[in-house]
């Protein structure tokens, strides 16, 4: 390291922003698993009990519901919604929906979507 860098402004920028893009990677490696479990779930909830898809809130707004609970764990715990992208959102979001409809056709289950 040049001497001198370590005292700089611009180090110790670059520390926080590698730390930054560290964080970034880490935190939607874990949305999309807890996407994955939610979807895993609920599609599980629908095929053992196919009435739960006839109450008020369908399945679908089920992972939007997961969404936004972690949108929700990120504000709480001061990492701030920012620290994902809206395309991570979507992917986690879509991933989960599928993951539960394939859930439900795979054990035969009928299930009204909408």
Same mark, same amino acid.
């Given at each position: 390291?040049?001497? #001198?860098? !370590? ?6 920028? /670059? +520390?926080?922003?590698?730390? +930054? %893009? +560290? @964080?970034? *990677?880490?935190? =939607? $490696?874990?949305?999309?698993?807890? *996407?994955?479990?939610? +979807?895993?779930?609920? #599609?599980? &909830?629908? &095929?053992?009990?196919?009435?739960? %898809? !006839? ?5 679908? @707004?089920?992972?939007?519901? %997961?969404?936004?609970? /972690? =949108?929700? @764990?990120?504000?709480?715990?001061? $990492? #701030?919604?920012?620290? *994902? ?8 979001? &879509? #991933?989960?929906?599928?993951? *539960? ?9 009928? &299930?009204?979507? @909408?």
């Amino acid at each position: 390291m040049p001497q #001198g860098l !370590e005292s700089s402004t611009m180090g110790r920028a /670059f +520390g926080k922003i590698a730390l +930054g %893009a +560290g @964080f970034l *990677m880490a935190i =939607d $490696k874990i949305f999309y698993g807890y *996407m994955a479990l939610a +979807g895993l779930v609920a #599609g599980a &909830v629908l &095929v053992g009990w196919p009435a739960t %898809a !006839e109450i008020a809130i369908k399945p679908y @707004f089920w992972m939007l519901l %997961a969404v936004a609970l /972690f =949108d929700g @764990f990120l504000l709480v715990s001061g $990492k #701030g919604v920012a620290a *994902m992208t809206m395309q991570n959102r979507v992917a986690g979001f &879509v #991933g989960g929906a599928v993951l *539960m409809v394939a859930i439900t056709i795979a054990a035969g289950a009928t &299930v009204s979507w @909408f």
